[in-house]
Every structure is written in structure tokens, then in C-alpha cells.
Nanobody, 116 residues
Framework: QVQLVESGGGLVQPGGSLRLSCLAS????????MNWYRQAPGKERELVAG????????NYADSVKGRFTISRDNAKNTVFLEMNSLKPEDTAVYYCNAGFLRLVYWGKGTLVTVSS
């Protein structure tokens, strides 16, 4: 059974940091590109960051470049999103996504709230 389980969300003040994790199971993690998406209230889901299957290539939304870092540990079937200098506009549900050819899997999301 395929599972993507996100963790690490919560309430943080502006300027603070959080580290999200996504633990994968039920598929060959090292074959899949991994992505973090987010969806803010009333907005469409958007791609935040992505990392290739072996971790050599990463990409980021312009809005998070220089503040967020995506990484992965294929030995632990886990992808991370390090988020620094958080802003209120980063408030959203963050989703983990796995993709390989036509196969796409989603986690259920973890809520990040940036507020004073």
C-alpha cells in the first residue's frame, strides 16, 4: 500500500523556521522524483520545490528561492523541506508528491501557519 506521510507542520512566527518531512512507503522511493506542493485558503495548489530521484537536480518556486531547501534521503525513504525566513504568505497546507512516469502519489498534507 502506497503511503506518503507528511509531518513537521505547525504554528511559527514570521521569520521563523520549520522542517517538513515526508516518509514514503509502498513503492521504490529512489525511482521517484519528489515534490512539495502547497495550497493556501482560497487558492490553487502550487508547486513549491522538487528534487530528482537521485537528488542531483532541484527546482523552486520563485517565491521561496533562497529561503526553502528540498532534500532527500533515499536510504530512509524520506524527503525534507527546510523552510527559513517564513512569511505569513507561506501559510498553507503542504503536500508531498511522488512522480515516476505516469505514476503520481500524494500525501494528505500538513498545515503550516505563519502568524504572530
Amino acid at each position: 500500500q502506497v503511503q506518503l506521510v507528511e509531518s513537521g507542520g505547525g504554528l511559527v512566527q514570521p521569520g521563523g523556521s520549520l522542517r517538513l518531512s515526508c516518509l514514503a512507503s509502498g513503492f521504490t522511493f529512489s525511482n521517484y522524483a519528489m515534490n512539495w506542493y502547497r495550497q493556501a485558503p482560497g487558492k490553487e495548489r502550487e508547486l513549491v520545490a522538487g528534487i530528482s530521484s537521485v537528488g542531483g537536480n532541484t527546482n523552486y518556486a520563485d517565491s521561496v528561492k533562497g529561503r526553502f531547501t528540498i532534500s532527500r534521503d533515499n536510504a530512509k525513504n524520506t524527503v525534507f523541506l527546510e523552510m527559513n525566513s517564513l512569511k505569513p504568505e507561506d501559510t498553507a497546507v503542504y503536500y508531498c508528491n511522488a512522480g515516476f512516469l505516469r505514476l503520481v502519489y500524494w500525501g494528505k498534507g500538513t498545515l503550516v501557519t505563519v502568524s504572530s
